[in-house]
């Protein structure tokens, strides 16, 4: 044989064609009793419902956590799972920080030292290279 | 690479909604007499994917003995959830993960949940063809096969065909589809049954500690005279040496969840060209698979490229190529580089860098080929775009390749 070939699989560019969001589910815990989920409750009564409509693609679960304070959950399509606790904040707050939930996209943080921009395309200049461009004479 | 006539697949897996022809609902009638199993009597009779007054009646010959219909037996008892194999059609409506996937995936309203729900069943969880996704996916797999493969060979026609199928493999083979179904979020059922959420993929686990099972172990080759026209003609898309086991075949069979999750895939384009008509798959299957990122040119693995350029050159008229040095730095030190250049005459053909006269010549005999090879027309109409069009303007006969050299 002249000529094989090598196995592969092509890699996710996502937002290229299709979008997926990277948020997966939602979690709202609230409780009836203590104080601090006053502005969660509020949220689950007043926002939840438009919040909910504007984002299908989410599926949005919403349970009692009695004596505890309210905490929303995100999980990813990545397998990652993040948390915020939402004591103590109005129903602006909690929106927020589920906007917040929504928008992540399940990694990790980290600092962005170096280049921003990663991509999968090489340069349009190329690798430098020695021998091209304008010659220098030593 | 198999041909198919995708008219006449598509009609016939719509069929447990509604008959196929009004003889088939004759049979199907008749067919009511004969005894039936339990256990889909009572899922036919409170069912949303199947609302058939007359009957429901099967292609599929596999258990064409199970059909029933609600009016022969009206007043046997529901069985408990727990006791069906995969979640009831009704459910669909309810679950909200199948809701949140359709969203997800931009599908439209129209596309029923019951469809869905469906295609996430394997024949593992559920051996009746009528509620499981087998025949679904059979029909997505060609689908599938058919837009890449004239994807590539329209846009690449110069490509080899081990880089071909390795193209094809490498968009929608067995890894690429489970990775797929991963990044649409697909959750897998610890167990199948009629009591999981239907949104979950249902099949069947293998059981800790033990092997893959003996349909996905067998190795019979397709046929031991393996030529490239034998891989074109009768393999699959892949040309691959053996053969897959079909859908049907795996029933009651643990399977790993990486041919679960391929196979709901499949069954999705399936059911999406069923519901909604070729257009809107074409327009799937550019968003979700061609818009990923495949460099073709790393898939070439060449063992001679000197050998087969100068066969190339011969074949297409060209002077033979002479391999020149362009540049070169170090030749006495540790580090050496040389610059090569391949050229046919005046021309150059490519050009390659490394550490001794033979690698940079090597290199630049494979960068002349790849040029060769990765030849791409300007402007590309595939076949499957003039579908159903009446006005036929707009069609470019595409550039057909004699093909790779022959060493």
Not at chain 2, 169 to 179: D, H, N, Q, S, V
Not at chain 2, 244 to 263: I, R
């Amino acid at each position: 044989m002249p000529l094989a070939a090598i196995k592969a699989v092509a890699k996710s560019q996502n937002g290229v064609g299709a979008f997926i969001l990277p948020c997966r589910t939602l979690t709202f815990h609230y409780c009836n009793w203590w104080g601090s989920s006053r502005g969660m409750n509020a949220f689950l009564k007043s926002s939840l419902p438009t919040f909910a409509a504007r984002n299908p693609q989410i599926e949005i679960l919403v349970a009692p956590r009695p004596q505890k304070h309210p905490v929303i959950i995100a999980n990813y399509i990545n397998g990652s799972q993040r948390s915020i606790c939402v004591k103590n904040l109005q129903n602006e707050g909690v929106r927020e920080k589920a906007e917040l939930l929504r928008g992540s996209t399940g990694e990790k943080n980290r600092k962005l030292d170096g280049r921003p921009v990663k991509s999968l395309n090489e340069s349009v200049r190329g690798v430098w290279d020695p021998f091209h461009g304008s010659k220098i004479q030593i | 690479m198999q041909r198919i006539s995708i008219s006449r697949c598509a009609s016939q897996l719509r069929a447990p909604r509604r008959p196929a022809c009004p003889c088939a609902a004759a049979n199907s009638v008749r067919r009511s007499t004969t005894p039936h199993s339990h256990r889909i009597q009572a899922r036919c009779q409170s069912t949303v994917a199947i609302p058939d007054e007359g009957g429901l009646h099967l292609e599929i010959a596999a258990n064409s003995g199970a059909a029933a219909t609600r009016k022969s037996r009206p007043s046997s008892q529901p069985l408990p959830l727990e006791k069906l194999p995969s979640p009831h059609p009704s459910a669909a409506e309810r679950s909200t993960k199948l809701h949140a996937l359709r969203s997800r995936l931009s599908l439209p309203p129209r596309f029923p949940l019951q469809a869905l729900a469906r295609t996430l069943v394997h024949a593992s969880a559920d051996p009746n063809p009528a509620f499981n996704n087998a025949s679904l996916s059979i029909l997505g797999r060609h689908l599938l096969g058919y837009y890449t493969s004239e994807w590539l060979l329209c846009n690449y026609p110069r490509l080899p065909m081990p880089v071909v199928f390795a193209a094809v493999e490498a968009y929608i083979g067995p890894k690429a589809l489970a990775t797929i179904a991963s990044e649409w979020g697909i959750e897998a059922a610890a167990e199948p049954g009629g009591e999981v959420d239907s949104g979950l993929l249902q099949f069947k686990r293998i059981a800790s500690g033990d092997g893959l099972p003996e349909a996905l172990r067998r190795q019979a080759p397709w046929k031991w005279n393996v030529t490239t026209t034998h891989k074109i003609m009768r393999t699959d898309e892949f040309g691959s040496t053996n053969a897959p086991p079909s859908p049907h075949a795996l029933q009651k069979t643990p399977v790993p969840m990486e041919e679960a999750a391929q196979s709901f895939v499949r069954a999705l384009i399936g059911a999406l060209h069923v519901h909604l008509g070729s257009p809107l798959v074409k327009r799937f299957f550019r968003d979700h698979f061609l818009s990923r990122h495949l460099d073709i040119s790393t898939l070439f693995d060449f063992r001679t490229p000197t050998r087969d350029l100068s066969r190339l050159c011969a074949r297409e008229g060209f002077e033979a190529p002479v391999a020149r040095l362009i540049s070169e730095t170090g030749r006495l030190s540790r580090h050496p580089v040389f610059v090569v250049g391949v050229y046919s005459g005046k021309d150059k053909l490519g050009e390659g860098a490394g550490s001794s006269l033979d690698e940079a010549r090597t290199r630049a005999a494979a960068a002349a080929l790849k040029a060769w090879y990765l030849y791409k027309p300007v402007e590309v109409t595939v076949p499957s775009s003039m579908e159903g069009e009446l006005d036929t303007s707009k069609w470019r006969p595409n550039f057909v390749d004699c093909g790779e050299v022959i060493v």
